[in-house]
């Protein structure tokens, strides 16, 4: 009746290998819903022409709507199985190649029809809509498919029951993993799922480093020392072959970059030496280690122009799976496991040990050692020389030329070298013979301090020094890849200066390859036993062991400092949160030591506002104090923002130090302000209108007073461009939507308090005051801002902490690492005509003409931002709509999905009123400009539920909007959970009448009630209330008690 395809005991259920999925067969597929008995139930059959087998195909399945589970629709979409992470069984139906082949299988005139005559309850239908789901859709369709005689099945339920147990027990092993479902966010399990394969991956990160030729070259070298074995049908190839099965090699890598297939005509098989290891965990660090340094150690024989005077800049090395990996920076909340192993600076490797803390380090030795042992041939021109004494380089030791330089950042592998044979046939006569020049000093150096530096200084060890994050497992590649993007998500977290991250995946049979940028996430995947492998393997290890920082994600605009923080005791005393870690672990150390952002110099040329040039150098660089705010993810926005202050140069220099009296020697910064970096959707209204510059222009004649604009902008380029070197964004093969290219924004503004800082209640409410201005200034220039919350809010005043130090002196890292003294001077004060107002137009946009129903709610993505789920249809879809906003403060018509007007910005303003009650205590004394104190806020449970993420928008709206229709709810919540500021007597729990009057009076002039015939008050939006109207209605209450606790 049923064929199951039965994976080994290493090879879990989610991760399907070659030989489990076959072609012209047809599969039923469960995948994981976030129920332990309940699965999606669908039918999938691969496309053959793909390798592997289920990397593509066709996914038959019915989706309910994002706003009912009672509206359900078919779906046929192209789809990647065997990576999902969310696979959890694959099951064999039968054998369909009767019908044709794949494009006939999956087409309009074979299971296409078929699936399509499947009821699906409608609107009126009479199948109850409880009654079904993507189950009983599969049922019926394997009747239909029976009757039609594709699949045989006499008893449907006695199917049902064998798949569900097969189901029940792919589960546990699926479970095994559970830690991982709880570590990896749903967003991230999101932008997995549309990822796209890139075969040319490490040759566009690294191919200017090793290219395709190179690496055959090194590849002969390896065979020579026995790195590397390679047969033919069977048989061990002579060296005479060699030359042959490494040009087929190379051959192999440059047509797999192009279309991701390679030629089946030579069964080449190549084995790499026992002693690398097999590429599990244990392994995995020995095998990149010992690749990289022995193709470093071929080409500095062979190849010394193309190495173009790189060196060694980091080394892998394996991590505890007993101790996490400390994150100095980040709460203990978001620590996850550590990764296998990671690439560390050089730097952190060393010779000499600090003899005051020699209990921080750990024996680390270098590949050098197994090399010279295991492979002595390829190590044995070096050891010659570093018997003898190394002498002190100077530049013109290096046998690179500028010649040799640009040989080796020429693309060479797009086009293949017809005389690469003939090089490999001369090369491989010069190794027989033994007539290869000496290597180098520069080359030889670095293989001397490389082999000395065998002590890892355990100081460094810690996530913002971690270059380059792997995960190895013994065969399930699917699980590697989510653990390595969840640890390149939290690297990202402390890294704020990466334009993109990479990192490693390896089981005994493959290596992998992440990439990570603002756009999503790209993959490489291959065998090490193929001559494709071998290329990309070599180019891999090697290419990673050279690149510099920028190669490594590095942005341009960002220079680093030293710098040092305690360990973190949750961290460093347990493995769990309340189990104690072994004692035989090794202490932490009393610093970690590490990098962050020292300055940002930013291209004058890349200016976007303002528009006409404001200088004549070609830079503007900025100190960055401390970092405020870090929303870095994985992908997308990426948002930070630092306290930061500008260099200044020229006359504006001079009349700044005669003013402070400072050295005519000094450096000189002037600010604070707020140094805003983030990645814009090209296709937001915001970025697409150029929202800013109109806002810019409306304040220039007097429309807006009450918002803060920035004063300068920069658009550092499309990450389509900056990092892909592409055109134009292109299109994942697995994903349902265009990929979304972003811009590179950076963004000053002058450095404020925010709403959290308020001192007073008059401050407090001038503020609100300020935001129902703004907002009527901002419908004036026809912008909705549709993001008003706690962090968009400022107050006006610049009160400092020491307000009659306008000019002060610090030491900063000049850039070389020597500290010298510097000026930091404070700018004039901007200020607004009230309290405060808003920031932040990054989610702006033009007021609509009209403000129809949506067909559909929005669901939830990630935070802050709703997606639209639109009608399923078997066309693509051009890109997802979107609902911008923070949850808690979002309307009660944006979570019901109407689209954006002005009174969405009324009622956040609401929201935050009301919410600054239950999070914002007795006013913090003043620290501006340094960082404020972080509020965690501890929110009721009944608010709690209108305010959580977890659930779909439509319900949180729906929840809302009973929660304030009742006036005793949401009073009542408040008075039991207020905080102090805000109560007159704490213990009566009396709330302030000031407070009770502003939240009514504010309620009013938003909502009105309307009895129905059952008598039950309805809350109804008041669409003409005016922005302005309720300003004033505030500023009466405001009047009214100004002398009684809001001083």
């Known amino acids: 009746m049923v064929e199951y395809s039965d994976p080994s005991p290493d090879t879990p259920p989610n991760v399907c290998t070659d030989a489990e999925l076959e072609s012209n067969r047809l599969y039923a597929v469960l995948s994981y819903r976030g129920d332990l008995a309940a699965w999606n139930w669908a039918f ?201 099965a490494c040009n087929h090699a190379a051959s192999c890598a440059s047509l797999a970059s192009k279309t991701d297939s390679t030629p089946q005509s030579t069964d080449y098989v190549w084995t790499w030496a026992e002693e690398l290891g097999t590429g599990k965990g244990c392994h995995a660090e020995n095998f990149v280690n010992i690749v990289g340094m022995a193709a470093y150690l071929a080409a500095g024989m062979t190849d010394q122009a193309q190495l173009s005077k790189r060196t060694p800049t980091l080394r892998f090395t394996r ?36 003899q005051t803390r020699l209990n921080e380090y750990q024996e680390r030795p270098s590949a050098l050692g197994l090399i010279e042992a295991y492979f002595p041939s390829l190590f044995e021109p070096y050891s010659r020389l570093l018997s003898a004494a190394v002498v002190t380089l100077t530049d013109s030791d290096h046998s690179g030329s500028d010649a040799a330089q640009s040989l080796s950042t020429k693309p060479n592998d797009a086009e293949y070298d017809p005389q690469l044979l003939s090089n490999l046939e001369e090369l491989s006569t010069q190794l027989e013979m033994n007539q290869l020049p000496i290597p180098p000093l520069w080359v030889t150096s670095a293989v001397k301090k490389h082999r000395e530096s065998r002590f890892l200084d355990m100081s460094r060890v810690c996530y913002p020094n971690v270059l380059v994050p792997g995960e190895g497992k013994q065969t399930d590649m699917g699980a590697a890849l989510i653990w390595c993007a969840r640890h390149m998500d939290q690297q990202r977290c402390v890294q704020p200066w990466l334009r993109f991250c990479l990192g490693l995946m390896a089981t005994k049979d493959e290596l992998g390859l992440l990439r990570a940028d603002a756009t999503g996430i790209e993959e490489c995947v291959f065998r090490k036993d ?216 950076v963004k000053i503004s002058a450095f404020k308090r925010t709403l959290a800082q308020f001192e007073t209640g008059c401050e407090f409410y001038g503020a609100i005051i300020g935001v129902l201005k703004a907002i009527g200034e901002l419908q004036d220039a026809g912008i909705m801002h549709r993001d008003v919350s706690f962090g968009n809010i400022v107050l006006s005043d610049e009160k400092y902490a020491n307000s009659d130090k306008e000019c002060e002196g610090v030491n900063i890292d000049s850039g070389d690492g020597k500290a010298v003294r510097a000026a930091l001077v404070r700018r004039q004060s901007i200020l607004m005509p009230s309290s405060g107002g808003l920031h932040d137009l990054d989610s702006a946009a033009s007021i609509p003409k009209s403000v129809p129903k949506l067909e559909r709610p929005v669901l939830w993505t990630s935070k ?122 704490p213990v009566d729990r009396t709330l302030d009448e000031c407070h009770g009057a502003a939240l009514l009076e504010f309620h009013q002039a938003i909502w009105t009630k309307v009895e129905e015939s059952t008598g039950r008050m309805v809350l109804f939006k008041k669409l003409g209330v005016k922005p302005r109207e309720v300003a004033a209605a505030l500023e009466k209450v405001v009047e009214i008690y100004k002398d009684r606790g809001l001083s």
């Open 864 to 985: 802050g931002v709703k997606t639209i789920s639109k009608a399923p249809s078997n066309k693509r879809i051009t890109g997802p709509d979107f609902r911008t906003g923070t949850t808690p403060f979002m309307s009660i018509p944006l979570l019901s999905g109407e689209q954006n007007s002005v009174y969405d910005d009324l009622q956040s303003t609401f929201f935050v009123l009301y919410l600054s009650m239950l999070t914002f205590d007795t006013p913090a004394p003043n620290c501006y400009p340094e960082a404020p104190r972080t509020t965690l806020p501890h929110w009721p449970t009944e608010v709690q539920r209108w305010a959580d993420d977890s659930v779909s928008m439509e319900d949180l709206g729906t929840r809302k909007q009973k929660f304030f229709q009742s006036q005793a709810a949401w009073l009542v919540c408040l008075i039991d959970n207020g905080l102090k500021f805000w109560l007159v007597d």
């Open 319 to 354: 991590l505890s799976r007993r101790r996490r990996l400390p994150l100095p920076l980040h709460p203990p909340g978001g620590q996850g496991f550590p990764p296998d192993f990671v690439a560390l600076p050089s730097s952190a490797f060393v010779s000499d040990r600090d």
């Open 530 to 745: 193929t001559g494709r492998g071998v290329i990309e393997a070599i180019r891999l290890s090697l290419g990673i062991m050279l690149a510099t920082d920028q190669e490594l994600g590095h942005h341009p605009a960002f220079s680093l400092r030293d710098t040092e923080a305690l360990p973190v005791p949750e961290l460093d005393a347990t493995t769990s949160k309340k189990r104690p870690a072994p004692s035989s672990l090794t202490p932490p150390p009393a610093k970690y030591r590490f990098k962050e952002v020292n300055f940002v110099t930013l291209e004058n040329s890349k200016r976007h506002l303002p528009e006409s040039s404001v200088t004549s150098e070609n830079h503007t660089r900025y100190y960055t104090k401390y970092l405020l705010e870090d929303q870095s993810s994985l992908v997308g926005r990426c948002t930070r923002i630092w306290c930061a202050y500008r260099e200044v140069s020229g006359c504006e220099r001079e009349s700044l130090a005669n003013v402070h009296k400072i050295d005519s020697h000094m450096p000189i910064f002037i600010g604070p302000y707020a140094l805003k970096f983030y990645c814009a959707d090209i296709q937001s209204e915001a970025y697409g209108k150029d929202i800013l510059k109109v806002a810019q222009k409306a304040q220039d004649e007097g429309i807006i007073k009450h918002v803060l604009l920035p004063t300068d902008v920069w658009y550092l380029g499309k990450n389509s461009d900056v990092v892909r070197n592409l055109v134009v964004a292109t299109k994942p093969e697995n994903s349902g939507f265009d990929i979304v290219d972003r811009e590179e924004i």
């Open 44 to 244: 999938y059959v691969p496309n053959s022409s793909v390798s592997p087998i289920g990397s593509s195909g066709t996914l038959f399945h019915v989706i309910n709507s994002a706003d009912s589970s009672a509206e359900w629709a078919f779906e046929a979409e192209t789809k990647d199985i065997v990576s999902s992470p969310l696979l959890v069984a694959i099951v064999r139906l039968g054998d369909v190649g009767f019908l044709g082949t794949y494009e006939d299988i999956v087409g309009q005139d074979s299971l296409l029809p078929m699936f399509r005559t499947v009821a699906i309850p409608a609107i009126g239908s009479t199948i109850h809509p409880a009654e079904f789901s993507s189950r009983t859709w599969f049922l019926d369709a394997i009747c239909v498919l029976h009757d039609c005689g594709v699949v045989t099945c006499d008893d449907v339920w006695l199917l049902e029951r064998e798949i569900r147990r097969f189901a029940f027990t792919a589960m546990d092993k699926y479970l095994q993993n559970k830690v991982m479902r709880q570590e990896v966010s749903e967003s991230l399990f999101n932008w997995l799922n549309s990822r796209w394969r890139s075969a040319d991956l490490v040759g566009h990160v690294l191919g200017d480093i090793v290219s395709i030729p190179l690496a055959a070259r090194i590849t002969l070298s390896l065979l020579r020392c026995g790195v590397l074995t390679v047969n033919l049908n069977g048989e061990i190839l002579n060296r005479d072959q060699w030359p042959r």
